[in-house]
């Protein structure tokens, strides 16, 4: 039987912010927080049955409120850049926060990140809860979110979002933990890499969609079979510091769309979503407290500024009907 537990709670804007451990019958657990609906542990053994952290994480709830690196934390409304901050739905435009220069990211100042989310436990889940009201961050529609949370006996961690709108908006939800398989805060780019995708988007140098898929078969971003990341970095030939690409899933195939596996500590990740594709980021602008290339992002979602590109595949919620997608990563 799973158990959740209350560890600690702080005040944040005259808020309660707690932190929640969920633990299975192995004795394996992961800790969460309702400030972001954020990730603050995910505890597994290694080959040798010695249990450690394996995500990236600030050593108290008060340095979350502070973070500027996304660690650990849900990302919405919409995920990754929007160009020029503004979209077009039929017909009518809107603009949105300007966070990332002239352009938008992860839902502008009013993201999701740095919200307070309620919660609740239930049958063994944890459900954060939040709701988003017409015009936050440009957006259109009053908007209720669920994050949902639950981690099995076999060590599978399962995320849950339901999205629901009183109007046409776009929604794209994801997740940003940085995993670190080996439990340290040294480079991880040493792991084992595959990524089940036939096609990647291009990007330019200010990490935006350019329009252009192109297929990664005999290309520095093709792992169709495991590679070593560190291997493929340089002859990639472009400005990015590592990795900040999309790749669209390989649908035909009942693989993860990713699987990570370190040799040393013998851990393994596979990364599963209902989503069309997962945003590869090597970590290689963190900084301090972290070190660059410490973790490794696996950010399921929809592609990025897919508003902007008809032929990317965008998520549009029609008016009271709820969307459910699913993140899940497998730990071996």
């Avoid at 849900?74 to 503004?86: C, D, F, H, M, P």
């Avoid at 560190?230 to 649908?251: H, R, S, V």
């Avoid at 602008?285 to 902007?308: K, M, T, V």
Wanted: charged share 20%; net charge negative.
């Amino acid at each position: 039987m799973n158990t959740v537990t209350k560890l600690k709670t702080v005040l944040h804007q005259n808020k309660e912010v707690i932190l929640l451990r969920l633990t299975n019958s192995t004795g394996a657990y992961i800790e969460v927080t309702n400030y972001g609906a954020t990730i603050t542990a995910i505890v597994v053994p290694d080959k040798d049955g010695n249990y450690a952290n394996i995500v990236l994480h600030y050593d108290s709830l008060e340095e979350y409120f502070t973070d500027p690196y996304y660690i650990g934390c849900t990302i919405g409304r919409y995920a990754n850049r929007i160009s020029n901050a503004q979209f077009t739905l039929d017909k009518n435009t809107y603009s949105l926060d300007k966070n990332d220069g002239i352009h938008s990211i992860h839902g502008g100042f009013s993201g999701l990140n740095k919200k307070v989310f309620d919660y609740k436990i239930w049958k063994e889940k944890i459900v954060f809860s939040l709701f988003s009201p017409h015009g936050e961050g440009g957006f259109p529609g009053n908007l209720n979110i669920n994050v949902i949370y639950s981690f099995s006996n076999e060590n599978v961690l399962n995320i849950e979002y339901k999205s629901i709108s009183d109007k046409k908006t776009p929604i794209n939800l994801t997740n940003h933990t940085y995993f670190n398989l080996a439990a340290t805060k040294a480079p991880c780019l040493n792991c084992e890499l595959q990524i089940d995708a036939l096609m990647y988007l291009e990007m330019n140098d200010g990490f935006l969609p350019t329009g252009s898929i192109l297929e990664t078969t005999d290309s520095a971003f093709d792992f169709n079979h495991f590679k070593v990341i560190e291997d493929t970095i340089y002859p990639k030939k472009d400005a990015m510091k590592g990795y900040n690409t999309f790749f669209l899933q390989n649908k035909k195939t009942p693989k993860p769309i990713a699987s990570l596996r370190e040799k040393k500590s013998g851990r393994t990740l596979d990364v599963y979503t209902s989503m069309p594709g997962v945003l590869l980021y090597t970590g290689g602008y963190l900084s301090i407290p972290f070190i660059p290339f410490s973790g490794i992002c696996f950010e399921a979602q929809y592609h990025p500024d897919g508003l902007n590109y008809p032929h990317f595949d965008t998520c549009i919620l029609e008016p009271d009907v709820e969307r459910n997608d699913i993140i899940e990563y497998k730990f071996g």
